[in-house]
C-alpha cells in the first residue's frame, strides 16, 4: 500500500486516466461504426426489397395491356425481356438507397410463361453491397425477391 502512495505522490501514474479515456473512446467509436454500417446495410437490403416490390406492382398493373407482347419471345415460350419497362421501374426506386446502383441486376421472370392474367411475375434484385470501409474480402450480395399475380 504504501507503493501505490508513493507512486502517485511521485507523479508516475500522471496521464493514465487519459490513456484510458482515449482507449475507451477508440473502442466506442469502432462500436458506433460498426453499428452504422450494419444499419446502412439492412438500409439498403430494405430499399431493394421495396424497389422489387414497386416493380412488381408495376407489371401486375400492366399485365398485357402494355405495348409490348411476351407471348412471342423465344423458343420455350417464356419471356425473355423486361416488355413494359419494370427495370426501370426498378432502378428509379432503387436509387434512393444512397449507393451506386449501376451495380444492381434486376430480374424479371413471368413465371408461367406470358405475361397474360392471371400469371405470376417474379422480380429479383441482387445488389453487391461495397462497405463504407471497402475491404476487398467482404462484398456481400444482397438479394431480394418479390411475386405477384397480373390482374389486368
Known sequence: ????????????????????????????????????EALMAVYTSNVLGDAAKEGVRYAI?????????CNDANATGKCSSDPFGVK??????????L??????????NYVDGTNDPPNR???TVA?????????SFFHPTLRTTAEGRIVY
Open 1 to 36: 500500500m504504501r507503493t501505490s502512495l508513493s507512486l502517485r505522490k511521485n507523479g508516475l501514474e500522471a496521464g493514465q486516466g487519459q490513456i484510458e479515456f482515449v482507449i475507451s473512446l477508440f473502442a466506442i467509436m469502432i462500436l458506433i461504426f460498426c453499428a452504422w
Open 61 to 69: 398493373v400492366h399485365g398485357s395491356t402494355g405495348n409490348a407482347s
Open 88 to 97: 426501370t421501374v426498378v432502378n428509379n426506386y432503387a436509387q434512393a438507397s
Open 99 to 108: 449507393h451506386d446502383i449501376s451495380a444492381i441486376t434486376i430480374n424479371v
Open 121 to 123: 411475375v417474379q422480380v
Open 127 to 135: 445488389y453487391t453491397y461495397v462497405p463504407y470501409i471497402n475491404l
